[in-house]
């Protein structure tokens, strides 16, 4: 009898879940979605298929393994919601020990249709067995809240330690390269059964790219404190990043042609004109002795990276010549001034400078008042760029110097 009644309880499932997985060209129906999510919270155990844990998790599985490309996308639409919304033993179950399930690297579909939908189908399982890759290896994306709003995938790395980022970054980093690598130009984009899926693919993205920048700021944040073992380390994410952006800029064009309401991700809150310093740094080392960064220009930068500052020498006339550090600590804030004022970036902002070293490149000269405050000059080459000595960047700077030639 109670053999019976399991069955007939099992059974029950499996009616739930192929009114979800039918065959109409339409998504799963809220309903059946909804009594599959209401089951997962029931508990029992997954290898159990008189639990309704157990009992969805094999009626699903089987569904993954027919050769309709229609049945297969609604199961891998639901899988993916589970995931993201579901029972959090149930996913971190899938996650470390069967997400063997979506590999479909293989399917195929006879039919016209089929054959269409197919490299959806092929990549949208790879990057659900990615997400599961990296939900058992560092819990991405998290099921804990944070205490005082937000998201807290977006905090994960804002004070993260240098070891933490070098954990997780090539994990996000392989999570986004499956996401850029899903086919959103074939004709599942224009199927209604394509369309769940979809949504929850754009929200991914905003939450992997969101979190895979958080972490590339504080590794540059970093960077040039580390000890060369670990810049090389922090430099190689950094090439690997480079890389992806490159990639980005496709995919987001796609997805935004899926939904145009859709907020594509900032894609320039991370200079890419780094390598060359950082490889710099890498090959040479942590500079015996440093210069302290100056205060007033790290709130200005924003935390990237440090400033060395040194006064070089008396001009004639009254002017005073300055000159700022090398080339290894220039950081994202520098790009945005020489977006402004033109010219390398390594000639704005640096670190990492030798007590010994060779003249810095640029020099300011004092200049009369221009519009009631003074103006410096900065010499690149033979071509002279104004400096308000108010600007919110180099006004600190300039102080500070003017005061320190004084002093002298």
């Known amino acids: 009898m109670k053999n019976a009644m399991a069955a007939a309880k099992s059974d029950n499932w499996k009616v739930v879940v192929v009114k979800a997985t039918n065959h109409d060209p339409a998504p799963p129906k809220g309903k059946h979605v909804r009594v599959i999510m209401q089951g997962l919270q ?3 155990s997954i290898t159990n298929r ?10 699903l599985r089987k569904r993954l393994v027919q050769h309709e490309w229609i049945v297969v996308a609604k199961s891998l639409t639901i899988y993916h919601h589970i995931l993201r919304e579901g029972n959090e033993k149930f996913v971190l179950y899938v996650a470390n020990h069967a997400r063997g399930i979506f590999q479909l690297s293989s399917f195929s579909d006879p039919t016209p249709e089929g054959f269409a939908a197919a490299p959806f189908i092929r990549t949208y399982s790879a990057y659900l067995t990615q997400w599961c890759a990296a939900k ?11 205490k005082e709003g937000g998201d807290t995938d977006a905090q994960r790395f804002r004070t993260a330690a240098a070891e933490k980022l070098f954990a997780e ?3 996000l980093q392989d999570s986004v390269d499956r996401l850029f690598g899903l086919d959103l130009s074939g004709q599942v984009r224009f199927s209604p059964v394509g369309t769940p899926a979809f949504s929850m693919i754009l929200r991914d993205a905003t939450s992997l790219w969101v979190g895979l920048s958080q972490g590339m700021i504080r590794l540059l944040d970093l960077f040039f ?3 060369t073992p670990a810049a090389t380390l922090g430099l190689d994410i950094y090439r690997r990043y480079i890389e992806i952006v490159k990639k980005a800029g496709p995919f987001f064009e796609s ?3 899926l939904n145009s309401r ?3 991700p900032e894609l320039s809150l991370i200079s890419l004109d780094l390598l060359d310093s950082m490889t710099e740094y890498v090959k040479n080392g942590p500079a015996e002795a440093r210069i302290e960064p100056h205060r007033a220009y790290q709130s200005v930068a924003g935390g990237y990276g440090n400033m060395a500052l040194v006064p070089v020498q008396q ?7 300055m000159g700022m550090g090398g080339a290894a600590g220039m950081n994202p804030m520098a790009m945005a001034h020489a977006a402004r004022f033109g010219g390398n970036p390594n000639q704005y902002v640096g670190g990492g400078m030798q007590a010994a070293a060779a003249p810095a490149v640029p020099a300011m000269a004092a200049e009369g008042p221009s519009g009631g405050g003074a103006a410096y000059r900065v010499q690149r080459g033979t071509k002279p760029t104004r400096v308000n000595a108010d600007d919110m960047a180099f006004g600190p700077l300039i102080e500070s110097l003017k005061k320190s030639s004084v002093s002298k």
Do not use: C, D
């Open 315 to 321: 001009q004639q006339g009254g002017g005073m010549a």
């Open 255 to 257: 997805a935004r042609q």
């Open 50 to 59: 008189e639990s309704p844990v157990g009992a969805i998790f094999y009626h």
């Open 262 to 264: 859709w907020t594509v």
């Open 136 to 146: 058992a290896a560092i819990n991405f994306p998290s099921a804990s809240k944070p």
């Open 42 to 44: 029931w508990g029992g």
């Open 169 to 171: 970054l090539p994990v």
């Open 225 to 227: 404190k580390m000890e």
